[in-house]
């Protein structure tokens, strides 16, 4: 996969996950897609996944047999969706 | 000897790695979901032996010193950075000298330090509003997600079998043994079973065969934002007056973790959110550092402390039943305990004791018995 391309192909810009990490993860055992999110940190990062989820998902899928409605079952999205600054939460006043 | 461990978090996974050493070689875990996927990936991945018990301190001292050996052994990564606990009221530093002479009693060298001094180790706080600090420099934090995995594909090496998303539904009993755990996959046999499968799930698993374990699932709120350079310089920078105690960690990644117990519904659904938990667990954190007001939160997420009587943990044999340990109710601390957790239920299945002996204070028959564990100062 990918080896026509002679760089380092990111998958997650956010934590610059290369697609040689996630087939090396692959290969050492890591065999649910949640926890080769986790263990790369795979959507921790700004984007909060929108850009690399569905990407290594299928890198997921495709080495590992597992399709991918099943890699993305355990994927939650969690608020507050985008980054908010701190001080806009706190105006927000407290109960 | 099949040893079927019931849960596939850090205190399971210890488990397996401690016996496995000791010789034993047909080991199976059982998970209901996925690696770790209750508190040992939800946790906030500190560390620390400065606690308010005799059977904590102990135990944790030992669990750093496993946590250390492994980090050269498992290839872990893990940094002793201190945690920083603030007060904000002169009179709590008198807490604090009795906190930190109970410490030196087991070799745990905290000390009480001036607003001057608790600046110097995190600058930024407002000295305005702190009246001084503990510090104890031997805790510490791991990046726990990349950790447990490695500890996983370990086990995997050496032959431990992992089955996930197989949910025990009962244990099958004869003449007060095991004989094996009914599963949604399937009946699992085995000679000697561990239930380490975190609160409400070991709680479920033991009213099968009529053990009360007394233990509920407190609801917590943490929250991450975008990654910094360094910002924090201790592992943990605690706010000891304020309701809650408040906290900020800083990640490997950057990302800095704030939680505080706020008061909410027990046991509520993962998905339960509430966009409120947030500013009411940054705001006393601003107070003391002023620039956190212009951090973005990027995420925020829920986990429990499963939280026994006594704030600690049950370990040990469960009579009547010969065969049957358990390793859970770690009211916030199972992750730090994980190496500790695995030898002293090794200990127990292959010695019928542990080699520490305040472990033995303990076991559940404590909840019988009345002696729960007693804290010299009640923290958060």
Known sequence: MGEEVKRPIIICRCHDVTLDDIVNAIKAGVDNFEVLRKYLRIGFGPCQGRSCVLLAARIFSRLSGVNLSEALSEYKVRPPIIPVAARVLLAGGEK | ?380
Not at chain 2, 51 to 69: A, D, G
Not at chain 2, 127 to 143: E, H, Q, S
Not at chain 2, 206 to 227: C, K, M, Q, Y
């Open chain 2, 1 to 380: 000897m099949r040893v079927v461990i019931i849960g596939g978090g850090v205190s399971g996974l210890f488990t397996a790695y401690e016996l496995w050493k000791r010789g034993v070689r047909d080991i199976v875990v059982l998970e209901e979901k996925y690696l770790g996927s209750g508190g040992s990936t939800r946790n906030i991945g500190c560390f620390r032996s400065s606690f308010t018990s005799p059977e904590h301190v102990v135990l944790m001292k030992r669990s750093i010193e496993l946590w250390l050996k492994y980090r050269s052994e498992l290839n872990l990564q893990l940094k002793q950075s201190g945690y920083l606990w603030i007060a904000r009221r002169p009179e709590t530093l008198g807490v604090f000298k009795k906190l930190a002479t109970f410490h030196w009693e087991y070799s745990v060298p905290t000390r009480v330090l001036s607003a001057d001094e608790a600046e110097h180790i995190q600058p930024g706080l407002n000295k305005n509003i702190v009246a001084g600090a503990l510090f104890d420099p031997t805790a510490g934090r791991m990046p726990v997600l990349e950790n447990l995995v490695k500890l996983y594909l370990k086990l995997k090496s050496l032959g431990v079998v992992f089955n996930f998303y197989t949910k025990v539904i009962k244990l099958n009993t004869s003449n007060y043994r095991i004989k094996s755990a009914i599963t949604n996959r399937g009946e699992i046999e085995g000679e000697v079973f561990v239930v380490a499968a975190g609160g409400r799930g070991t709680r479920g698993i033991l009213a099968s065969i009529n053990v009360e374990f007394p233990v509920v699932d407190e609801t917590r709120h943490p929250v991450i934002t975008e990654p910094y350079t360094e910002i924090i310089k201790p592992a943990l920078v605690i706010d000891w007056d304020t309701p809650g105690s408040p906290y900020v960690t800083q990640t490997e990644h950057g990302g800095l973790i704030f939680a505080r117990n706020i008061s909410d519904a027990h046991e509520a659904p993962l998905n339960s959110h509430r966009i409120d938990a947030i500013a009411v667990t940054i705001k006393p954190l601003v107070e003391l550092m002023p620039a956190l007001r212009h951090v973005n939160i990027l995420r925020y997420w829920i986990g429990y402390y499963e939280t026994t009587p006594d704030h600690h943990p049950v370990y040990g044999p469960l009579p009547p039943y010969e065969n049957l340990y358990i390793a859970a109710g770690f009211s916030g601390h199972g992750l730090m305990m994980g190496p500790v957790t695995g030898e002293l239920i090794a200990d127990w299945v292959l010695n019928g004791k542990p080699s520490i002996q305040i472990a033995e204070n303990l076991t559940i028959e404590r909840f019988k018995t009345g002696k729960l564990i007693k804290e010299i100062a009640i923290v958060g």
